[in-house]
């Protein structure tokens, strides 16, 4: 019998999973898999129980949270040799990855993708100890996920990531920058860089518009030195995805990029603290099956309302 192994953070989405776990453990069950589950504890728990559902031999492991918990499971599994199939139950806030991935926030939905056994091999990131599925970046600009309120980002979504970033910019200074990709160099003051292994980052799902998640490739963007309406015209752009046409953004593609910088930089990983740079950020391409929607389940999502997201 196939073994699945659900990681869970019980405070994620009002806990709306927690209530619900009977009802999925018994339809995980029907469709032939002895499931079991684990509610995380705090920051890490869900790395080392990754790492314990691996060396069990669990078949599949199902991350429930937002993108911290799923960089957690996926860190927990990337070293293994035999990495078990990954699933997907988004229950954060902005939830990037799972957008990316087309996987809805109803819990039954996400269900039926993941016992419908349809997969795809897909890209992880890795910098220096640290592993990412969505993002990785630095400069003032990237701490602005630090500073919006869950609240507002569950309201307002890519908005908020807007109002901070003009709220702050009269304060930012950028940072003089060498980027190493493959065979080239990028040297310049830069506001911040992004490398991106999905469309979907901070909501703003154009950031990236021809990112793939399984060609082994990165989409890195550098935002240049900016004043505020410099900043606030990007911005703009970037909501639409047309911020490739300005003079301020940098992009390229690449399989290997090393970073360093002149003065202190923070690293985000996946919306979260990485330490700091310099960094060497390299992709391991196709390196976790995931289950995703089959062409009928994706043609049949459809956005969850408004005012369910506002409850």
Known sequence: MKRARIIYNPTSGREAFKNKLPDVLAKFEQAGY?????????????????RIAVARDFDVIVAVGG??????????????????????????????????LNIPKAIDKAVDIILANHTCKLDVGRVNEHYFVN??????????????????KTMLGQLAYFMKGVELAPRLRPIR???????????????MFLIANTNSVGGFEKLAPEAKMDDGLFDLLVLKKSNVAELVRVL???TRGAHFDDANVFHARAKAINVYTEEKM????????GGLLPGKFTNLKQHIEYFVPTPDQATLQIEEPIEEALE
């Open 34 to 50: 002895e499931t079991s589950a684990h509610a995380t504890t705090g920051v890490g728990d869900a790395t080392e129980a990754a």
């Open 236 to 238: 703009s752009a970037a």
């Open 67 to 100: 993108d911290g918990t799923i960089n957690e499971v996926v860190t927990g599994i990337s070293d293994a040799d035999q990495r078990p199939r990954l699933g997907i139950i988004p229950a954060g806030t902005t939830n990037d990855f799972a957008r990316a």
């Open 266 to 273: 923070q690293l985000n990983i996946d919306g979260e603290y």
């Open 135 to 152: 993002i990785a970046g630095g400069g003032k600009l990237t701490e602005v996920s630090y500073e919006v309120p869950s609240k507002l």
């Open 177 to 191: 920058t060498r980027i190493e990709f493959d065979d080239k160099v990028f040297e310049d003051e830069i506001m």
